[in-house]
């Protein structure tokens, strides 16, 4: 699919998205307040070419949660707020900022942090951080994480190679819907 058709999408899509959601991020904003103190999360993530970014998100663990990916932090860390905001994807919506600043796409593989090396090495050895990093993809509604690092980049590698504009909207359709799970979280019984 085309570059330049793919970030005209993704900008006309989170400017719009950002528009109609207002209302839902102000009132989660301030519930965030009360469930944590500080409701929105900023982490550096590796975005295309490797480059840093921030990654804006509600918080859905508590402030003390250690800053790994979501499947090496435990069940417990998540709060009670943050359980709905995963289960509805609510959490995602603060990323709309980063696609509107063309740090993200809306659909892409879901970016990581830089100290998953495993990941980094099975993606970089695949292409896939030639694209912009997605909020969604075909990993995220196979319920594919980042627990699985050979997996989700064999998986990456394929949705880019054939993404096409009917997949664009049906990977945005079906998250938004409620297919695929998320990051999963160590349980309690660990």
Request: aromatic share 8%; hydrophobic share 45%; proline share 4%.
């Given at each position: 699919?085309?570059?330049?058709?793919?970030?005209?999408?993704?900008?006309?899509?989170?400017?719009?998205?950002?528009?109609?959601?207002?209302?839902?991020?102000?009132?989660?904003?301030?519930?965030?307040?009360?469930?944590?103190?500080?409701?929105?999360?900023?982490?550096?993530?590796?975005?295309?070419?490797?480059?840093?970014?921030?990654?804006?998100?509600?918080?859905?663990?508590?402030?003390?949660?250690?800053?790994?990916?979501?499947?090496?932090?435990?069940?417990?860390?998540?709060?009670?707020?943050?359980?709905?905001?995963?289960?509805?994807?609510?959490?995602?919506?603060?990323?709309?900022?980063?696609?509107?600043?063309?740090?993200?796409?809306?659909?892409?593989?879901?970016?990581?942090?830089?100290?998953?090396?495993?990941?980094?090495?099975?993606?970089?050895?695949?292409?896939?951080?030639?694209?912009?990093?997605?909020?969604?993809?075909?990993?995220?509604?196979?319920?594919?994480?980042m627990s699985?690092?050979?997996?989700?980049?064999?998986?990456?590698?394929?949705?880019?190679?054939?993404?096409?504009?009917?997949?664009?909207?049906?990977?945005?359709?079906?998250?938004i819907t409620?297919?695929?799970?998320?990051?999963?979280?160590?349980?309690?019984?660990?």
């Open positions: 699919m085309h570059i330049i058709l793919i970030r005209l999408l993704d900008f006309l899509l989170a400017f719009f998205g950002l528009l109609t959601t207002s209302p839902i991020l102000i009132v989660v904003t301030i519930i965030g307040y009360f469930d944590t103190g500080s409701p929105i999360f900023i982490q550096q993530r590796m975005g295309k070419n490797k480059r840093p970014f921030k990654l804006i998100k509600f918080r859905t663990m508590t402030v003390e949660t250690k800053s790994v990916a979501s499947h090496l932090a435990s069940a417990a860390s998540i709060t009670k707020l943050g359980g709905f905001l995963r289960k509805t994807k609510i959490d995602e919506l603060p990323q709309l900022v980063n696609v509107l600043k063309g740090e993200m796409s809306f659909v892409g593989p879901r970016p990581n942090l830089f100290n998953q090396e495993e990941l980094i090495t099975e993606r970089d050895s695949r292409g896939v951080y030639a694209v912009l990093p997605g909020i969604t993809g075909l990993a995220q509604v196979s319920t594919i994480d699985t690092p050979k997996l989700l980049a064999e998986t990456d590698q394929k949705m880019i190679a054939e993404l096409s504009l009917t997949q664009y909207f049906k990977f945005i359709i079906m998250t409620g297919k695929g799970a998320g990051d999963r979280v160590q349980s309690d019984n660990q």
